[in-house]
């Protein structure tokens, strides 16, 4: 039931791909442009993130945008290590837990009271980090269907850790230290942090996603045992991947703690939080940058609004169709689509890559054809997939 | 003490029948499917539930209600494969059944929760309360039931694999689907009558579990994790390698039970865990066929 391979990566960008195949042509100039619109457009969008709790200083609005920015920079972080290198992790919320726990129990042990708590959030990281490790160095071993149920396992290990072991506080869990800062602006400060960590999430994912380091993850998303074959040290770049996912989301359960203020074993380990991740990112766009942002943006309040306003049962039944409708609507993604979406209304009339066409079977994909037609442009290659696609050249 | 083992080896095998059952029918849906049915867990559950109604509302007899409840879980099952499981293809498809399948188990679940509540029930019946005394050991007549019901079913899964021609384009369709494809084989019809059994032995398995067990809409998530690591470790797709591994995991589980109760349930992962390390594939997985 697998697609052929040797196509493209599909771990590409609509946008790379196109580029790849030499489908629509763009002058430098034009790119240029883009690119400093795109630059402004993401200026305006972070001075909108930053200025929300001052243009919606209401409690309940700031409460939803801490935990919208809480799962944009999980999500992202999800997304490093599953949807880069195509091995779905359904056990993130060890990290997650951890996170929370291992900063609980320091300021309880290590008597830290009031703000200064904020000074061990580093060391969640780390302990989410060192988890990893071991994690990866098993479950990495195996692939597919056996490694998403080897991280349910694990999962569960942890949260019935976190009910067994005295220092986790069993069943009722930890409390974090009280912060004497007023209800009002309570929100306002996690909020700030929230959004550090969702923009940290994201720049990382976005450096990932065009270095070498992402490249090789992406090449074992496609075939790993073709890219070992190429002289990709595939565990070192999975078990790197899954660290630095893991580190980020272990600071972010250290922050949902704090703003929580307390963690109970079925809240830290909570199966429903491994779902929601892989939801938001599939929704988006696995795999793309601004996929599992988006999908967060839209999930998580939308979560939030179906528990605080029905019974608890509804909203996990119309969770679970959600999810149906997100799968079989947009299997992949709102990103890919849309933008595929876009691209096919701008280059309507002209010169466009025929549907439904592998890309294997583009003759530009290859660069030996490439090298063929000389000193080919961008352009040419383009009226070449134009004849290919049955018409004649004018 | 040496008696508390015999005892918790006997029950390990009665109960680890039952587990089977289940497991056999979620290792099927896999080699034929090729997906992970998460659902499985919380179909267990709502074969226990009609069990339940069934008893409750008309007094039918557990055993007998399962000739009412088998049916249905199997027309559910097809119905829920043909409705979410069939549309999907591509290459993302194993992540996005596995999401599919949570899906439905999130519904059913919050169905349940939103019909039955939250409280725990069980099922009764004579037969779950008195017990017999057998070479010095008490056996309850539920999980001697239980078992039996066990070992017919499967046996009757045997047969039909193995002796039926509907049992070797299922074979067929596990070895290779494009070859199966060629030879004639109806894939999509195979996969919703697999998929249809691989649920419907669950409403057995659900009333045997509601039975011996305390059972209430969240303990679907307890059954499924025990059931992966059970066909992780036989292999994903091999049925004697799940009646193997549903056995010895319950059995070990149950020995382990009698030192240290909080954590017999982490010596189920932990030994997956360590099987896992030396045998990638399980006791009895072939070498990935269609790897990635």
């Known amino acids: 039931m697998s697609e052929p391979k040797g196509a493209v990566p599909t771990g590409l960008t609509s946008e790379e791909r196109a580029r790849r195949e030499g489908g629509a042509s763009r002058a430098p100039g034009g790119e240029r442009g883009k690119q400093s619109l795109r630059l402004v457009g993401l200026v305006a969008l972070l001075a909108v993130a930053v200025a929300f709790p001052a243009i919606f200083p209401n409690p309940v609005v700031t409460n939803y945008a801490v935990y919208a920015m809480m799962f944009v920079a999980i999500a992202s972080a999800w997304n490093i290590f599953s949807g880069f290198s195509g091995y779905i992790s359904l056990g993130h919320a060890v990290f997650f837990g951890s996170g929370a726990y291992a900063l609980g129990v320091a300021a309880r042990d290590w008597h830290v009271t009031g703000t200064a708590v904020f000074a061990l959030m580093p060391l969640s990281a780390v302990v989410g980090a060192l988890i990893a490790v071991p994690f990866g160095v098993i479950a990495l071993r195996v692939r597919r269907h056996t490694f998403i149920v080897i991280t349910i396992a694990v999962f569960f290990i942890f949260q019935l850790m976190a009910f067994n072991f005295s220092f986790t506080g069993g069943s009722t869990g930890l409390d974090a230290p009280f912060l004497p800062w007023s209800p009002q602006t309570y929100n306002n400060p996690f909020y700030y942090i929230a959004l550090g960590c969702a923009v940290g999430a994201i720049v990382l994912a976005w450096l990932i996603r065009r270095s070498r380091f992402g490249l090789q993850l992406r090449a074992i998303k496609d075939d790993e045992d073709r890219a070992r074959g190429l002289g990709v040290h595939a565990m070192r770049v999975k078990l790197s991947a899954l660290v630095l996912s893991a580190a980020v989301t272990a600071l972010v359960g250290a922050v949902w703690f704090f703003y929580l203020t307390q963690v109970q074993p079925q809240t830290g380990f909570d199966p429903l939080f491994d779902l929601l991740v892989v939801l938001m990112a599939f929704l988006g766009g696995l795999g793309t940058v601004a996929g599992p942002v988006l999908g967060a943006l839209i999930i998580e309040p939308g979560q939030l609004y179906l528990t605080a306003n029905t019974n608890g049962y509804i909203s996990e039944i119309l969770l679970g169709g959600l999810f149906l409708v997100a799968v079989l609507l947009v299997p992949r993604g709102i990103i890919p689509t849309g933008g595929e979406y876009i691209r096919r209304l701008a280059t309507r009339g002209r010169a466009a890559i025929p549907e439904g066409v592998p890309a294997s079977q583009r003759a530009p994909a290859s660069p030996g054809l490439r090298s063929d037609a000389g000193a080919t442009k961008e352009g040419d290659a383009s009226k070449g997939a134009w004849r290919r696609a049955g018409e004649t050249l004018p | ?292």
């Open chain 2, 1 to 292: 003490m040496a008696r508390e083992i015999y005892q918790a080896i006997v029950d390990g095998i009665l109960v680890g029948g039952v587990y089977a059952l289940m497991a056999v029918g979620l290792t099927l849906i896999f080699g034929v499917l090729d997906i992970i049915n998460i659902a499985q867990g919380i179909m267990v559950i709502l074969g226990a539930y009609l069990s339940y109604e069934l008893a409750a509302r008309f007094h039918i007899d557990l055993f007998l209600g399962l000739l009412v409840t088998v049916p249905a879980m199997f027309v559910i099952g097809v119905v829920i494969q043909w409705a979410f499981i069939r549309p999907l293809h591509g290459r993302e498809r194993t992540s996005m059944t596995l999401l599919v399948s949570y899906a439905v188990a999130l519904i059913i679940e919050g169905i349940l929760y939103e019909i039955f509540g939250a409280d725990d029930r069980q099922l009764n019946a004579s037969y779950v309360i008195s017990s017999v005394h057998v070479f010095g050991f008490y056996l309850s007549y539920i999980y001697l039931y239980g078992f039996a019901l066990a070992i017919a079913l499967v046996a009757a899964l045997y047969f039909l694999l193995y002796r039926t021609g509907f049992g070797r384009s299922v074979r067929a369709t596990m070895q290779d689907q494009t070859a199966a494809r060629l030879v004639g084989i109806n894939i999509n019809r195979v996969a919703a009558i697999t998929y249809g059994i691989g649920v419907a032995v669950t409403a057995a398995g659900g009333m045997v579990f509601g039975a011996t067990n305390g059972f209430n809409p969240n303990s679907g998530y307890d059954l499924i994790s025990r059931l992966l690591a059970i066909v992780i470790l036989g292999g994903l797709g091999s049925i004697g390698g799940a009646l193997v591994a549903s056995v010895f995991m319950i059995t070990l589980e149950s020995i382990v039970d009698i030192w240290q109760p909080t954590w017999a349930v982490a010596v189920f992962y932990a030994a997956l865990v360590l099987v896992l390390l030396i045998r990638p594939t399980g006791f009895f997985g072939r070498k990935a066929v269609r790897a990635q």
